[in-house]
């Protein structure tokens, strides 16, 4: 599946699910031909393919092409759970089951993003600090920036305890995406990242937000779903970029040699 939203922004990107399992632990070799497969999909052959280990930090990595790990597809970083970039040429993977993929495009200075928000990286506030990552090392201003948050858990299907609830006990607007449903708190993924999205200061009418619960959809993994075994789905974003401008720009050192 895709999203248009993004499609429409000038972010190609591809969500894939039951399809694959990009779990390394579990498929080991298999997950590079499931890159493959992906890229074949996209018709994209990008320079360069960036993913992380992702342990529910609140590391954001700025990938430039050369730096990372090097990995079975592309390359990685460890304990990470986002990464940017600046380099229209490179794809960026992240992996999820229950928990929220989000996409931040800087449309105006071209900076493309990707997080991993469970309630962990929620709680630590992931997608304010992606944005920072943005402001302060590509100059971005939150509100040239549109965010897509993909799918995940549905509230009804996200069952959390009384000690997930107290970690939340600082956030101004908790009981907002906090529901008690038959004497137990479930915990909406939705309303906490787009929360904190706002508060970062993006503008919600630049804020897209997937209805597709990860737990109902049986196209997609669930790890509430599945159990001990499930897989993992994915999803690879990359900027859009054309050759044509640089065909200009051959075609006019030619002409000006020829003068």
């Known amino acids: 599946m895709k999203s248009e939203f993004l499609e429409k922004n000038g972010i190609i990107n591809l969500i894939s699910g039951m399809e694959y399992s990009l779990s390394y632990a579990k498929e080991g070799e298999k997950v590079k031909d499931y890159v493959k497969d992906i890229l074949k999909r996209l018709d994209i052959a990008p320079q360069e393919i960036y993913s992380c280990i992702q342990t529910h930090t609140d590391k954001i990595a700025c990938c430039d092409g050369k730096n990372g790990d090097t990995f079975i597809y592309g390359r990685n970083f460890k304990d990470t759970d986002g990464l940017v970039t600046d380099k229209k040429n490179l794809a960026l993977l992240l992996k999820f089951a229950d928990c929220t993929p989000i996409v931040l495009y800087d449309k105006k200075k071209e900076v493309l993003s990707i997080i991993h928000s469970g309630w962990r990286g929620a709680k630590k506030k992931i997608p304010e ?114 050759w044509r401008p640089i065909f200009y720009l051959l075609a006019f050192i030619v002409m000006s040699n020829k003068n």
Not at 222 to 238: D, I, P, Q
């Open 129 to 242: 600090k992606a944005l920072e990552k943005m402001k302060k090392e590509f100059k971005s201003d939150p509100k040239d920036i549109i965010a897509y948050i993909g799918p995940s858990i549905d509230i009804e299907n996200y069952e959390v305890g009384e000690e997930v609830y107290e970690e939340f006990k600082d956030f101004k607007n908790r009981d907002k995406f906090f529901k008690k449903i038959g004497g137990t708190w479930h915990l909406s993924m939705l309303e906490v990242n787009k929360e904190l999205l706002l508060d970062g200061g993006i503008e919600e009418k630049n804020i897209e937000i997937s209805e597709k619960s990860t737990y109902n959809n049986l196209k997609l993994h669930s790890a509430r779903r599945e159990g001990k075994t499930y897989g993992l789905n994915s999803m690879l974003v990359m900027m859009k970029w054309s």
